[in-house]
């Protein structure tokens, strides 16, 4: 069996068979990026095929969520966004600062600013927060960023992805495709003219979009609930900003956001989606809305820095997969922009499929590993197309959704309901149904401070997974015999509080196994052994 790990070129059925490469990825935005690097980390050749020539100035998420900083963390690129997050937060600074009454001598903060957080527009208050909370308690340095543009994790992602030897492709776009048993001839061509180019992979990865090329022609179902709206987000110019009040706010025609960034606005207008998604986002088109959701006629759309139009439409594939050809990010599902998880959920698609599909490319497990994306990653998927859908409901401007809007708020004005709702939206609840009957099994595993300084996050840079012994029990090493690099074995003193005595953590950050140190080592043994195989397949020979 072969056990290679990392960035070389490797010796599985793609090389065998003589492909082109053995995954495309069609998207080059953060989910696709982020799995092209996880595939590379995995020692699968990639190429990435991006229609956009330089990265999407489009007014997109401006935050990320636990799972997501802890996934950067792993690979670290914390120290990278932490930089972006401090220059963003200075920015909001200037801001408060600015606008009328603001203080002169604000500083920026530290860490984003906790009111960040909301539910249909219903802010959160951070003081409110109970943060002793055990779910809070694992996430390390990783609980600090949060406030980061998704224009710079894709800058961020580009350079990793370019460093690691991803094969990019800009100014290209998939054209076609034709997928067999063995594998799939991807065809494409470049956007403003040229020759086109066949490349024949052992894989296709659709991450373009919401409008997906690759989900239409390869024939997924998308089941889901029609559009009802019609929102704009932009960056603007404009006079009588003064009259528009900062933050969130619930009109009789709709919803209106102003803020925290100079010319930020966001309007929902609830009367149908529009006419034309397509159609380019004009200057007097969201000037129109702003007037109509806030009421004020003297508010005047001068410029126009960055727009995008969206709906609530919520849909979610059957499947992630269908043969050879996988689906990630909002190719899998898309939904209303509302509590932020749209990046969140498609790199969480990314770090889960990575290693999946590189360890299927080396030869190292079987096709059947892949079975396990669609069932861990499309609950987690299903729960936020709701989540955004209770928003929309809740911001309705009719009176059973302003009663409901009542309700909710007296919820979260208490400790218990501000609780309930960041747990959510931060992505601490989430968990993967995994045999094994330890409390860690299927979370993501705490970022552990070992007594020589490192932290468990600094042990799973290269992408592999990793066996954590903190016992000093040479019976679990002995375990892993065999797996070579696939699995990492550390031994080492633990933190001076509770912690399990050891751990085995997947690739993705996600908890395989783990056992106490008064557990039933036989016992301990036996399961530890049984989730080796499980993930990483059969140890080879004693002696190869």
């Not at 200057?283 to 129109?288: I, T």
Request: net charge negative.
């Amino acid at each position: 069996m072969d056990s290679d790990f990392g960035t070389d070129a490797h010796t599985g059925p793609a090389a065998e068979a003589g492909t082109d490469t053995d995954v495309v990825v069609a998207g080059g935005g953060p989910v696709g990026l982020m799995l092209a690097c996880e595939l590379r980390l995995g020692g699968a050749r990639v190429v990435l095929v991006e229609r956009r020539t330089d990265v999407d100035p489009t007014v997109k998420a401006g935050a990320i969520n636990t799972p997501t900083a802890e996934a950067f963390h792993r690979r670290g690129m914390l120290p990278a966004l932490a930089e972006v997050q401090q220059r963003a937060l200075e920015q909001f600074r200037n801001f408060m600062r600015d606008r009328p009454g603001g203080d002169q001598d604000a500083r920026p903060p530290r860490t984003p600013p906790r009111f960040a957080a909301h539910f249909g527009g219903i802010m959160l208050d951070g003081t409110l927060l109970d943060e002793a909370d055990p779910d809070f308690a694992h996430a390390g340095p990783a609980s600090e960023v949060g406030f980061v543009p998704q224009q710079d994790i894709e800058r961020v992602l580009a350079e990793r992805a370019a460093r690691l030897g991803v094969e990019l492709l800009r100014g290209v776009e998939l054209t076609g495709f034709d997928a067999d048993d063995e594998g799939v001839e991807v065809r494409t061509a470049p956007v403003g003219g040229g020759p086109d180019r066949r490349i024949r992979a052992d894989w296709l990865v659709g991450c373009d979009g919401g409008r997906s090329t690759v989900r239409k022609l390869a024939g997924f179902a998308f089941p889901g609930t029609d559009p009802q709206i019609t929102g704009h987000q932009a960056v603007v110019s404009m006079t009588g900003a003064e009259a528009l009040k900062t933050g969130w706010h619930h009109t009789d025609t709709g919803t209106y956001v102003h803020g925290p960034v100079p010319g930020r606005i966001l309007t929902v207008e609830f009367d149908g989606p529009p006419a034309d998604r397509e159609a380019p986002v004009t200057a007097e088109e969201l000037q129109k809305s702003l007037r109509h959701v806030t009421g004020s006629a003297d508010v005047t759309v001068t410029g126009v820095h960055s727009a995008t139009r969206f709906t609530d439409n919520a849909r979610q594939a059957s499947d992630y997969r269908s043969g050879r050809v996988l689906l990630a990010g909002d190719a899998a599902h898309v939904h209303s922009p509302f509590g932020g998880q749209g990046l969140n959920l498609g790199i969480g698609d990314a770090v889960n499929l990575g290693w999946k599909l590189a360890a299927v490319v080396r030869g190292g497990a079987p096709e059947g590993l892949l079975d396990s994306y669609t069932a861990e990653r499309h609950p987690i998927g299903a729960w936020v197309l709701q989540w955004t859908r209770a928003q929309i409901a809740l911001m309705r401007p009719e009176p059973a959704s302003r009663a409901l809007r009542d309700v909710v708020g007296e919820l979260t004005a208490t400790v218990t309901g501000t609780t309930y709702f960041v747990k959510k939206i931060s992505g601490v609840w989430q968990r993967y149904e995994l045999p094994g009957g330890h409390p860690l099994v299927g979370r993501s595993a705490p970022d552990l401070e070992l007594a020589d300084g490192r932290r468990l996050a600094d042990l799973m840079h290269d992408g592999r997974a990793l066996l954590l012994d903190l016992s000093e029990d040479a019976g679990i090493g002995a375990v892993a015999d065999g797996y070579g690099e696939r699995v990492r074995v550390v031994t080492a003193a633990g933190p001076a509080g509770p912690a399990p005595a050891a751990l085995l953590v997947r690739p993705d950050g996600c908890t395989a196994w783990a056992v106490d140190a008064d557990g039933d080592r036989a016992e301990a043994l036996r399961g530890l052994a049984d989730s080796l195989t499980r993930w990483f397949g059969s140890p080879a020979p004693a002696g190869a």
